[in-house]
């Protein structure tokens, strides 16, 4: 099996596994560094990602950016993907079945990228990954896995409620310092 990133990236492409396949326009792998030491995971590929093929480009792409600058990090050095490839049609939420269908594809990603941190943006990337719910009750607590796990706002969330832009701006400030603070 191939486990690089651009090897699985071809394979997203491809894929059939589930029928979001036949709604989509393209599939969207995720972007970033390969080794990258922070791993960012939405939920799902929107509209204007579905049309471009690549992840968090919309209003709330441009906010996480905006985030991610502000604690002095590029999109460049970093990894930026969803827990499922394909853009749920209207953009609905995923069904349990296509998140078991494409999670496989996540696990290699971060076994290829070996991060640091791996920052959940959203109730589906922190239920899917870790069986978190709700964020409020976890965020800005770090997680020990096998790597360390941080769940927070997704950055749609915090343009329908600008109130929690603070919580998501100090988490991946916090994901920053974890993941390049040696010790
Ligand atoms: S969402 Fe995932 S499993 Fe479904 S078709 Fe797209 S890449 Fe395949």
Do not use: W
Not at 136 to 144: A, F, H, L, Y
């Amino acid at each position: 099996m191939h486990n690089n990133i651009e090897a699985i990236a071809r394979e997203i492409r491809l894929c059939t596994r589930c029928r979001l396949s036949r709604s989509r326009r393209q599939a969207v792998p995720g972007e970033g560094s390969t080794r990258a030491r922070i791993i960012l995971i939405g939920e799902a590929p929107g509209r204007e990602e579905d049309a471009t093929g690549k992840p968090f480009v919309g209003r709330a792409g441009k906010l996480l950016t905006q985030v991610l600058n502000n604690a002095s990090l590029t999109r460049e050095e970093v990894f930026i993907t969803s827990v499922i490839k394909c853009r749920p049609p209207e953009n609905r939420r995923p069904r349990k079945r296509e998140i078991r269908a494409c999670l496989p594809y996540l696990r290699r990603q971060l076994a290829a990228i070996n991060p640091r941190v791996v920052v959940l943006l959203g109730g589906v990337a922190g239920e899917a990954m870790l069986g978190i719910k709700k964020v409020g009750d976890v965020r800005g607590k770090p997680i020990e896995r096998e790597r360390i796990y941080m769940v927070t706002y997704h950055p749609a969330a915090v343009l329908r409620n600008i109130n929690l832009l603070p919580y998501l701006s100090e988490d991946i400030r916090l994901a920053k310092e974890l993941a390049y603070n040696e010790t």
